[in-house]
């Protein structure tokens, strides 16, 4: 089964699993996928609009089964001022 096939989590998901509203989080980018036999993982990099520190974060879900749960947010980076 290819990844086109595939229904992603809509940035809406996503703001509803990181209990966020819209005007608090810019999404940087497109989504990525990688894939391995096992398991398909889906990232999306976003940023806090009021963040002071302005650290980039990617939300990260994994395909279980038709749904995709979501599994961690984790810390990218710190962009320049």
């Not at 990181?18 to 976003?46: C, V």
């Not at 980039?56 to 710190?78: M, N, S």
Request: glycine residues 2%.
């Amino acid at each position: 089964m290819t990844l086109i096939s595939f229904i992603i989590p809509t940035e809406k998901d996503i703001l509803k699993d990181l209990n966020e509203e819209s005007r608090t989080i810019k999404f940087i980018g497109s989504a990525t996928f990688s894939q391995k036999l096992d398991q398909i993982k889906f990232s999306r990099t976003f940023k806090h609009r009021f963040d002071n520190q302005n650290q980039l974060k990617e939300v990260v879900y994994f395909r279980k089964g038709l749904v995709w749960k979501f599994t961690e947010v984790v810390l990218c980076a710190e962009l320049a001022s």
